[in-house]
DNA sequence: ATTATCTTGTGCGTAATACGAACAAATGCT
DNA sequence: AGCATTTGTTCGTATTACGCACAAGATAAT
């Protein structure tokens, strides 16, 4: 039986989603582009870009010098609109900085999007990871505590699911990169209800997460406090971090609105 | 003469400028909604937004549970291509966290965008405002420091556009409300190259900033520092604050890709 | 349990949107 | 100057998206 594409079923607009991809188009390497580049980038015809990319201008999404495009803030409205809906969020920010403050180390909440952890919100100190990190920023969920925090909170058939789609690969020597090796990890994460990453996805990277949860017990989102291997000792982050970090979530949990 | 609406405009793709509304729609107070209510907002017939919000829900923008829709955070990636495209976005990061070191308050990153300013990075300590501030807020720009530094960067001609347009109001009674004082404040800032603004946006308020140019002086960003009046007086700011800024905005023009 | 009210799902005819090809115009490179 | 590449524009039309009307489902009131 031939699978129904999306564009033709009849309650999809594929308009908004042709457009929505040309957004994402932009990248660090290509923060401005010229109309053939969108075309090319995104497979459309180059008049079909055009109209999107005009449209972008005319609603102040997007900018152009006449040549090139680039996008503006106004599309920070967008994430805005998800980041401001989040019922942890207005309350966890004050609550992370405290946690910074008793520790000196980044602090960072994430939820999971498919593969992926997304962070929602951060309060970073020194640099630890190679890569910047901010609100919007993706990572693997298997290799991070904040996603195997997550994944330890899903449902058993969202697991299962995960499981199937995931293609688990070394980031580093010591990435857990077998899936019983993982399946252990989570459900270790699970039952101790904190899970603690060694350099699994970066070399000198070592982090703790916790669940956050609502009143149901349902795992909303996870935080983190991250720190460098150097600095900071396994035993350290147990006996130091991790009750700092069990009480910042109870904290969240219990500010949580009705 | 009759003003062509957006939509007689032949390249004008309005199936995407309503998508986006359907975004934009969700909120702090309405972080979920039926199809009856995102109708309601957005002015749209109940089918129209129904065949929007499939299209999100399809497309993992967003998620229902058979009645309520809610954002997922794939809506964070739009707002990450505008982030993430900013020349000085990932060099800025490390010099705010030098600067929060040293300094022990807030430090913030912003760009102008119509008549607000939006934070595009921030490193938080204490909570100083009222409000929680996050990447993707908005400010006004007449009455912070960092609006009033991206101001007086302005072109003559785009500034004056602004003053044409911007209604100031009173947002504390030290708020500067009057066009001759406002442009007298923001020559000010252009001449002596910083801003301070004290207590002006809000009661307690107190926050310092500095441009962040590019290799062509033309200002990109404004980077600022904020405290409790309480707790730093003007002339602390000056004499302690204002030479990290300006270093630590010198780091990022210097680092700034060619 | 029944009825009323409100919300959502769906089909369908069609208005109008968005399409893409083709050609003109502009720009950039040699 | 000539050529290559990119962009702007027009236009016929394919197809998309529309909104109305009615059916179906859910919820609230009695």
Redesign the interface.
């Known amino acids: 039986m031939t699978k129904v594409q999306?564009s033709e079923?009849k309650?999809?607009?594929?308009?908004?989603?042709?457009?929505?991809e040309v957004?994402?188009?932009?990248?660090?390497y290509?923060?401005?582009m010229t109309l053939t580049e969108v075309a090319q980038q995104t497979g459309m015809t180059r008049a079909a870009a055009?109209?999107?990319l005009?449209?972008?201008v005319?609603?102040?999404?997007a900018e152009t010098d006449g040549k090139y495009f680039?996008?503006?803030?106004?599309?920070?409205?967008?994430?805005?609109?998800?980041?401001?809906?989040?019922?942890m969020?207005?309350v966890a920010?004050?609550v992370m900085?405290d946690v910074?403050?008793a520790l000196q180390e980044s602090c960072s909440l994430a939820?999971l999007?498919?593969l992926d952890i997304?962070y929602?919100?951060r309060?970073?100190?020194?640099?630890v990871m190679t890569i910047?990190l901010?609100?919007?920023?993706?990572l693997p969920a298997y290799c991070s505590s904040m996603g195997r925090t997550l994944l330890a909170g899903l449902p058993p058939a969202e697991l299962a699911a995960y499981y199937d789609r995931v293609k688990v690969e070394r980031r580093t020597e010591r990435t857990v990169a077998n899936m019983v090796a993982l399946k252990d990890a989570i459900e270790a994460s699970r039952r101790q209800g904190w899970t603690l990453v060694d350099q699994e996805l970066e070399m000198g990277l070592r982090s703790i997460a916790v669940p956050v949860r609502n009143r149901r017990a349902e795992v909303l989102a996870a935080l983190n406090v991250s720190t460098h291997e150097g600095r900071t000792s396994i035993e350290a982050m147990k006996t130091r971090f991790l009750p700092v970090l069990l009480d910042a979530a109870q904290r969240i949990s219990a500010a949580l609105p009705q």
Chains 1, 2 share one sequence.
């Open positions: 999306a079923d309650d999809y607009v594929q308009s908004l989603v042709r457009g929505l957004i994402r188009t932009f990248s660090r290509k923060p401005r055009r109209r999107f005009l449209t972008l005319r609603e102040e999404y680039a996008l503006r803030p106004k599309v920070l409205d967008l994430g805005f609109a998800y980041l401001s809906s989040l019922p969020w207005e920010q004050p900085r910074v403050n939820v999007d498919g997304v929602v919100a309060v970073p100190t020194e640099r910047g901010s609100i919007g920023s993706r």
